[in-house]
């Protein structure tokens, strides 16, 4: 259990999944969190429900893609709570299509969320701590498909890459400030959105060496070490949670 009393947690794309689920877990540990999602109704709930449950939560819907809306989520964070201590780029997406399918629009949509809407929120949280002058922690949502491909998937893949690639390219600029920069690289995991595949759990549990998807607690328990005092020598990492996939890489058919 680690306390994280006096933290402001920036998080995006925790409406639901596993952004819900981290946001949850920090804001019951002691953060202020500012929740973003996309979806104006996911969001207002997702804080609520953190709020019913003691928990010190603010709603910020919004496009986590739009480099003004990242900037004004952390002028948010700092008029709501006083400070930013921990930003999330949880925010991804995925849409399906080979190297001869995937349309422009497509291409745009993936990389302006994934990586384009990481890499800006990363540098205005990072402003802001560096203005704090006490350290801080950035955590990029990456995937198992950034590490071995997948079929279906080469823009989300190549953004995930570019995600691990980005953690350790900050480590740079960061270290200087006492910022760690990390990545969770989860392998298939239960949320509302991948349940709604019946096949899911019967593939995934075939094919996982560990003999199950992951659960969103198998992402929040890495989530949190990575943000924590915990892990504070720890920069520039990805760590993979996927009960052993990509050391085997069997393919989900
Ligand atoms: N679930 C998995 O199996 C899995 C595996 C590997 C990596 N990931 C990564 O983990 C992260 C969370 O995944 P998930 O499955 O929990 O997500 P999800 O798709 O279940 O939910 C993500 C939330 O993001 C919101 N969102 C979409 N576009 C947005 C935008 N432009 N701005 C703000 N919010 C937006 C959606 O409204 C939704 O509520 C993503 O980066 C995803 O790529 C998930």
Redesign the pocket.
Known sequence: MIDFTNQTVII????????FAIAQALAKQGASVLL????ET?AQQAAETIRQSGGNCVACP????DVAFVRQLVDTAVTTFGQVDVAIA?????VFGDLFTTTPHAFETIVN??LR?SFFLAQAAAGQMRAQGRGGSILF????VGHLAHPGLPV?SMT?AGLEMLARQLVIDLSPLGVTVNAI?????L????LDDPEYIPIWSRITPMGR??NVADIVNAALFLVSPASRHITGQSLIVDGGWTSVGVPPV
């Open positions: 995006t794309g925790a409406g639901t999944g596993i952004g973003n999602d996309f979806d996911l919004g496009d986590a893609s949880n925010a991804g997406i995925t969320l994934n809407g949502m990456s995937s198992v989300y995930k690289a989860p392998g298939a995991t949320t509302e959105r991948t998807p992951a």
